[in-house]
């Protein structure tokens, strides 16, 4: 049969591999008498011609016939005098399913355990090569029915279980119909294009397959019951309901709404086949469509529906499926396996009572859920099963907690409620995403940017500030020229909530632009000469800047319809010669300067594709200085400045190291950062992942001594694995933040010695007065594990964008998780949490890309 080619294929890729065995047991307890029982038994297994098959190939083919012996052996264990008799006989059981596999030999263990004078029991194991799921009730209804025959005296009153033969002529008969050809025209036009596959472990899926780790939970009788009455009220059966619950789940989990399920199915009609035991088990990928705001009810009437169709075209073989839609060996269509097992177990042997145990239901790729529902009265018992090559025990356990979670909000909602609003996160887990890990509050000075700039000068006057071209800036000297010309800019009348233009190439002039407008408390707009004419006029024509610094060979960049200062005139120089070079108070500015002032605007090209001005104040500028002054320490050493001014992530390395003592080494634009760097003995050096292979090129001089930082752009493993060999020493910050974060949000710091995960290097965790939240479309958390819209709020959030009031309402929206009036950033950004409060970047939930760390709209 083709299920079982498939089978046999799979072992001999791995002929050891224990994972197709399947096994279960039968525990009996009351008056049993064990000779007639073990008589049953015996007739029972020698009637099932399924478990005496025996493989060979011929010409390359497999082939199989059954054995004309009976060659098994029925072990007989007696543990009445052994302590903890019944974890013994499991641990025999769990001991015989690891052994290897060997095809040529028989397929099956049988076991007979005597626990006690009143209770035995009674091991199946098989090669799924010969038995599937549903083999169980069968062989295990024949033996009740021999053993009660045997008991009444009465033996051969029935009729033995069919021969295979049956099964095997009914498969041939149904893969030459016309039936074949339809069920086959069926599936091919419901995957007529593959969809997206989501894995609750986000590793992909295992090229092997495994034995499971298990997470196991019995709903209580009542429960069950109130379940099976749900599931009537629905005019659906329990196998739909649960069915309903896990496309609930993993859309909830996922957030998609193309949901694929996989449903086994016994692939038998007709009665005569379904009472003989063999391997006729299928897969059938349930297609469904779950969206946000369909009712309960209306998701469990499209499922069960759904079902009742894929279930009229069951025969059609899974592998079959696999190859016809030409899907690459190892992986599947589905997300999840369901498999729910109403099996009829409650047979009697004489008075005994009995209730049955699984232990391994075959093989695994990703993960399933197993519900076996096997006699009135005995509850129900939910198995949450994973591959372990993808998911740990903990993994494991979680995803069952979601899914029972889901189960019981299905018992208990209305039946109007919209699936969206589905539970999915305990009470634990909601606190650890929303609280714990973003337990980052700090004491911050309520300062401005300049404050923190006055204070180091005063504190390092003869400190070096600035190197460029040999020659050396003091503290003293920087804060005396920024203040003179902040003054000029006082006197033009711009203070508080005015814009100023910087066009300027990377040197001294510049800095001292940028100092002297956020001293005269207006915002600097930075315009690169370097950047498009039409992209820097239209940043003026929206941004209006009262005036532009700039220098005599910039001027011809600096677009129409804004005045022009420039610095390098002598008679300009001659005139801020003869201002006071104290610092600026409040009385002197055109206003007070407080945090909630901008202190720059940033364009950036966003979701839109249009530059929009980002608007920065102050206080989320002062956190970020102070928050990075605190973790990267080498920014009181010497840093590079060698980055556009117009490119946010230069904040660290420019503001970074004057509010704190450092001495910024700033590199020329006509030189590449490597060649302008050579020679600087660097401590700390950010760039973009996309600059390591330059940076690899340098001779010594450009490679910094202390830390690296990377950031704008996703970080592979692969490409800083290549840095850090040659570079072990070396301390590793994949930075993170979208400019509208003021610079960056969260960081993962990597310490030499330390192993890197396969894929992209971890974003980290929220910095200081900054909270990370991982939502779904509805603005709820998602699990760990689960990708999710990467939020942002707290202190470091930009005040909007200028002049797009629409644009700043749709990005910039109500915390739900803060107090009143607060606002998160909605960045765009496909992220998820790792078990160790980790955030993984996962790629746009838009069209853009970065290059360099500029936002790039397709």
Aim: proline residues 6%.
């Amino acid at each position: 049969m083709a299920g079982q080619r498939e089978i046999w294929l799979g072992q001999q890729r791995d002929p050891d591999n224990p994972a197709y065995y399947i096994g279960e047991y039968l525990a009996l307890r009351g008056e049993l008498n064990f000779s007639l029982f073990e008589r049953a038994v015996r007739q029972t297994v020698n009637e099932v011609e399924a478990f005496h098959l025996e493989f060979s190939t011929g010409a390359g083919v497999p082939q199989q016939r059954v054995r004309g012996e009976r060659d098994w052996r029925l072990h007989v264990v007696d543990l009445t005098n052994e302590h903890s008799a019944n974890d013994v006989a499991v641990q025999w059981m769990q001991d015989d399913l690891a052994r290897p596999v060997d095809l040529s030999a028989s397929l099956i263990t049988q076991a007979i355990f005597k626990i006690s004078p009143e209770e035995v029991f009674w091991y199946q194991r098989a090669h799924h090569i010969a038995a599937d799921g549903f083999c169980g009730p069968i062989v295990i209804a024949r033996a009740a029915q021999i053993y009660n025959e045997l008991l009444a005296g009465t033996p051969q009153a029935s009729e033995p279980l069919k021969p295979i033969d049956l099964l095997l002529d009914a498969d041939r008969l149904y893969r030459a119909s016309e039936e074949f050809e339809v069920d086959k025209a069926f599936w091919k036009n419901e995957f007529s294009d593959i969809p997206e596959k989501f894995t609750l472990g986000g590793r992909g899926v295992s090229g092997t397959l495994r034995t499971r780790i298990r997470n196991k939970t019995i709903l209580p009788s009542l429960e069950s019951a109130d379940l099976k009455a749900l599931a009537r009220s629905y005019r659906t059966s329990l196998s739909g309901l649960i069915l309903a619950a896990s496309a609930i789940y993993l859309h909830r989990m996922s957030g998609m709404q193309d949901i694929v399920l996989g449903l086994p199915a016994v692939a038998r009609t007709g009665g005569t086949q379904r009472g003989i035991p063999g391997m006729m088990n299928n897969t059938l990928p349930v297609r469904l469509t779950m969206q946000p705001d369909m009712s309960l009810e209306q998701a469990v009437r499209h499922v069960t529906l759904r079902v009742r169709e894929v279930l009229r075209h069951q025969r059609y073989r899974y592998e079959d499926l696999l190859r016809d839609l030409r899907v690459e060996p190892g992986q599947v269509l589905h997300s999840l396996t369901v498999n729910v097992m109403s099996f009829d177990y409650g047979v009697q042997f004489g008075d005994c009572e009995t209730s049955a145990h699984n232990l391994r239901g075959g093989p695994i790729n990703d993960a399933s859920i197993a519900v076996y529902d096997r006699a009135e009265g005995q509850g129900i018992e939910v198995a949450f099963d994973a591959n372990p090559d993808l998911y740990t025990e903990e993994e494991n356990e979680r995803n069952a907690e979601r899914f029972l979670r889901v189960l019981e909000w299905l018992k208990n909602a209305p039946s109007a409620q919209t699936i969206s609003e589905a539970t999915v996160l305990g009470a634990d887990e909601r606190r650890r995403l929303l609280v714990d890990w973003n337990d980052t509050d700090v004491d911050v000075p309520d300062a401005t940017f300049p404050e923190l700039f006055e204070a180091q000068a005063a504190r390092t006057p003869s400190a070096t500030a600035l190197v460029f071209a040999g020659a050396e800036v003091s503290y003293a000297e920087l804060n005396r020229r920024a203040n003179r010309l902040a003054r000029l800019l006082v006197e033009r009348g711009l203070g508080p909530e005015s814009v100023v233009a910087l066009c300027f190439r990377p040197g001294i002039d510049m800095i001292v632009a940028l100092l002297a407008v956020g001293k005269a408390g207006a915002a600097y707009l930075p315009l690169d000469p370097k950047y498009p004419a039409d992209r820097l006029a239209y940043m003026v024509r929206d941004a209006a800047p009262a005036v532009a610094l700039t220098a005599a060979q910039e001027l011809a960049a600096l677009p129409d319809g804004v005045e022009p200062i420039v610095l390098d005139q002598p008679q300009l120089a001659q005139y801020l010669a003869k201002l006071p070079d104290s610092d600026l108070t409040d009385d002197e500015r055109r206003g007070r300067l407080r945090p909630h002032h901008p202190v720059y605007i940033i364009y950036t090209s966003g979701s839109t594709g249009t530059p929009k001005g980002v608007v920065i104040p102050h206080g989320g500028l002062t956190n970020y200085l102070v928050w990075a002054a605190k973790v990267y320490p080498e920014l009181r050493g010497r840093t590079a400045f060698h980055a556009s001014y117009a490119f946010d992530g230069s904040v660290t390395t420019l503001q970074g190291p004057l509010a704190c003592g450092g001495a910024v080494v700033v590199a020329a634009s006509d030189d590449t950062f490597v060649d302008a760097l050579e020679g600087a003995s660097l401590d700390l050096l950010k760039v973009t992942p996309s600059h390591l292979p330059l940076l690899a090129m340098s001779t010594g001089g450009a490679v910094p001594s202390k830390r690296l930082l990377l950031g704008g752009e996703p970080l592979r493993r692969q490409e800083l694995e290549q840095w850090r060999r040659q570079h072990p020493s070396l301390q590793v910050v994949n930075h993170f933040g979208p400019t509208e974060t003021t610079v960056g949000c969260a960081d993962h710091h990597i310490n030499p010695g330390d192993d890197l995960a396969e894929g992209t290097v971890p974003i980290g965790g929220p910095i200081d007065n900054t909270r990370t939240y991982v939502l779904d479309a509805g603005l709820r958390p998602v699990p760990v594990g689960v990708a999710g819209e990467l939020y942002v709020a707290g202190s470091g959030l930009a005040r909007g964008y200028l002049n797009r009031a629409g644009l700043s309402a749709q990005r910039f929206v109500a915390c739900p998780f803060g107090g009143p009036g607060e606002r998160m950033y909605r960045t765009g950004d496909v992220v998820r949490w790792r078990a160790d409060g980790q955030l993984e970047y996962l790629g746009r939930a838009d069209h853009q890309v970065k290059v360099r760390g500029f936002r790039i709209e397709l």
